[in-house]
C-alpha cells in the first residue's frame, strides 16, 4: 500500500495563523459609505453621523459582521485585537474559530462625568469576561478625551471604586495632523500606565523618531506599533514611517481597522500594499509581522504565532506567490487549511 495516499500536498508557503491587531468589526455595515482620501476629521465626521443617523437594523449590523469575521477566518486570520463601542457583535465574538481581544473603547460622552464613562466601560469588559471573552477597557484616542478620562482609561489613575484600569491597552497614535497635535505624545505618555500588559500604538502616521524613542523607553518590549496600511491610504493618504520604525526595532504588526475604511478586511491584502509601497521589505520581515509579532502584541505566544510544540496555531496556504524573487504578486492569496 502506497503510504503517501493519506498524504495532501500544497504549493506556495505554509504560515502560520495570523492576527489582525486593529480592527472595527462592528463597523463593517459601514462598507462603501464613506468616500476615501478625506482626511481624518472628515471621517470621524462622517462616521458619527452614520452611527446616529443611519437606520441600519442591529440584525443587518450583526449580519455584516459575521460575514466578515468568517472571510477573515476563511484567509487564515486567528487572532483579532478588535475595539469595541456596541454590544450586537457579541455572537461574531462566540462563534468560535477565532481569538477575539476586545478593547472597550471609551471617549468623552456630552453629558456624562469621566467617572460614569469610566464605569460603564468596566461594566461592559466585565460582561465580556462573563462570556468568556477577553476584554479590557481603553481611551480611543487623546483628541477625544478629557485628561481625567484618559488617566481613568489608561491606567495611570488610582483605583476607580476599587477597580483600575488593567490588561493591553490599544490606542489611536498620531493618526492626523489636525486632531493629533503637539500635545499627543506627552498625553500618552502621562496617562497609560506602565502596568498595562502591553501597549498598542495604532496607525502612527505621523509618528517621528522621537515619538517612538519616548515610548520605548516608557514601555519597552511591552511596545508594539499597529499600521493599518490599506486604511491610512484610505483616509490620509499616507503611510507610517515604517523604515524609520524598523530602525528603531520597535515591533510592528498589522491591523486591517475596519470596512469604514477599508475595500476589505485582509491581512494578505495589507501585505501587498506594504510591499507595493516599500519594495525592499523582506517578505519573511512582513510575514512575521502578520504572525508571530500580532500573537505577542495580543498576549497569545502560548497557543499561536508560530509552528512549534504544544502550540496550536493554526495553518495558512500562501498561493500565487513569486518563491524566485521572494515576492507576493497581485494574484496572491491566503487559505486557512487547519
Ligand atoms: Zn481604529
Known sequence: ??????????????????????????????????????????????????????????????????????????????????????????????????????????????????????????????????????????????????????????????????????????????????????????????????????????HCIYANEGDIDCMIEKFGDKLTVVPCPLSNIYIENKLADIDMLRRKGVRIAIGTDSLSSNDTLSMIEEMKCLQKHLPHLPLEEILGWATINGAEALGITDFAGSFEVGKRPGIVQLENVDLKQMKLTDSSTSRRIV
Open 1 to 202: 500500500m502506497d503510504s503517501r495516499q493519506d498524504v495532501e500536498f500544497y504549493g506556495g508557503i505554509l504560515i502560520p495563523g495570523m492576527s489582525d491587531c486593529h480592527s472595527h468589526i462592528e463597523y463593517s455595515y459601514v462598507k462603501g459609505m464613506i468616500p476615501r482620501g478625506g482626511g481624518l476629521p472628515e471621517f470621524i465626521r462622517s462616521i458619527i453621523k452614520i452611527k446616529y443617523e443611519n437606520a441600519t437594523p442591529d440584525e443587518e449590523k450583526l449580519a455584516a459582521a459575521l460575514k466578515w469575521s468568517r472571510k477573515l477566518h476563511a484567509d487564515g486570520v486567528v487572532a483579532v485585537g478588535d475595539h469595541n463601542n456596541n454590544d450586537y457583535v457579541y455572537p461574531v465574538k462566540q462563534e468560535g474559530g477565532i481569538f477575539w481581544r476586545t478593547f472597550v473603547e471609551l471617549f468623552d460622552v456630552d453629558g456624562q462625568s469621566d467617572d460614569e464613562t469610566f464605569l460603564d466601560g468596566l461594566k461592559r469588559a466585565e460582561h465580556h469576561r462573563t462570556l468568556s471573552l477577553p476584554a479590557s477597557v481603553i481611551p480611543h484616542a487623546c483628541y477625544t478625551m478629557t485628561d481625567g478620562l484618559m488617566a481613568l482609561t489608561g491606567g495611570s489613575a488610582k483605583a476607580h471604586c476599587g477597580a483600575s484600569a488593567d490588561g493591553i491597552v490599544s490606542i489611536h497614535y498620531k493618526e492626523s495632523v489636525e486632531l493629533g497635535g503637539e500635545k499627543e505624545r506627552e498625553r500618552v505618555l502621562a496617562t497609560l500606565g506602565e502596568n498595562r500588559d502591553g501597549v498598542l500604538l495604532v
